[in-house]
């Protein structure tokens, strides 16, 4: 496999009147089409998650902040968690929105969940099955409106495992937050796409 360098990265900013945001911007790519179109989305990204918190809140006097996390940075591909959080006096807790963007850095795609794994196999009821597992064992309860995690469902990969998540309320309780469900990628290699992230980063290099 060929060795690919990390990508590296500038923090910016996005000041507004209620808002205080920092983001990654990615810089070093050979093919700066490629740079661009990734940053393009980050920045896109992190907006909407603001408008989004501005929509929500019922007071002008609601602070907004925004960070990032990279979670994975290395053999070609890209994860970034890109975080919101909106707190006004009158709340005791913070209105979060996680939303996640996993780059493979040849091509400047955005990689959904699907894109990990073979077509024509079920990995949605496997996935579905293993995150189920893990809410039984944790002792979280289901919401009654959660049946199984989505096609498209938002997602991070880190320290060799897929962490899958959900938006705040929609599979459990609000005092659980946003759980987060970490499956090892060795669990899931007997569904995954042979030339995708899930198998690159599980490999032996030579």
């Known amino acids: 496999m060929p060795f690919h360098p990390p990508v590296t990265f500038i923090t910016r900013q996005i000041i507004q ?13 050979t093919n700066q089409s490629i740079q661009s179109k990734i940053n393009l989305q980050i ?10 918190q501005i929509q929500a809140q019922l007071t002008k006097k609601t602070e907004i902040r925004g960070y990032f996390e990279i979670k994975t940075n ?25 939303k996640a963007l996993n780059f493979d850095l040849k091509t400047g795609t955005n990689l959904q969940l699907n894109d990990l794994f073979m077509p024509g ?10 995150v189920q597992n893990q809410m039984r064992q944790r002792h979280i309860p289901l919401s009654q409106s ?30 659980y937050g946003i759980p987060m469900f970490p499956i090892s990628i060795y669990d899931i290699l007997d569904v995954a796409n042979p030339d995708g992230p899930l198998r690159k980063l599980t490999a032996v290099l030579g």
Request: charged share 20%; net charge positive.
């Open 17 to 29: 009147p209620r808002a205080k945001v920092i983001y990654p911007e990615i810089t070093g790519l």
């Open 43 to 52: 920045l896109s990204l992190m907006k909407a998650a603001i408008n989004l």
């Open 74 to 98: 290395e053999r070609g591909f890209l994860s970034i968690m890109l975080i919101s959080e909106a707190r006004s006096i009158s709340q005791k807790q913070k209105q979060i929105i996680l």
């Open 121 to 130: 196999l079920n990995h949605v009821f496997k996935l579905s099955k293993l």
């Open 146 to 175: 959660y049946v199984s995690i989505e096609p498209q469902q938002d997602y991070y990969l880190a320290d060799k495992s897929l962490v899958i998540f959900f938006p705040l309320f929609e599979a459990t309780t609000s005092i």
